[in-house]
């Protein structure tokens, strides 16, 4: 069985399955808890973005995978 790791956290995805336990992010594979806080991640910045627009939406994921890849975890980026 091929073995499938997470580009993020580094940890190893057991039995992968494509779109539900890893999923295939803007050429990144992402498990299911990395996925969950990408999420989070862009709920928390697409709230503060108008208009809604797919160009930085899309460049924005990516800009936030490569930040969890940097640090192995995806964290919402939280102005405080
Ligand atoms: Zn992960």
Redesign the pocket.
Known sequence: MKQLF?D??R?EVADPVPGRSFFFQAQYD??E??RDDLEKAMKYTVRTKRPFDSGWYDSLVLDTIKAGIARKKIEAKASR
Do not use: G
Request: charged residues 25%; proline residues 0%; neutral net charge.
């Open positions: 997470c993020v956290c940890r992402l498990c808890d990395c």
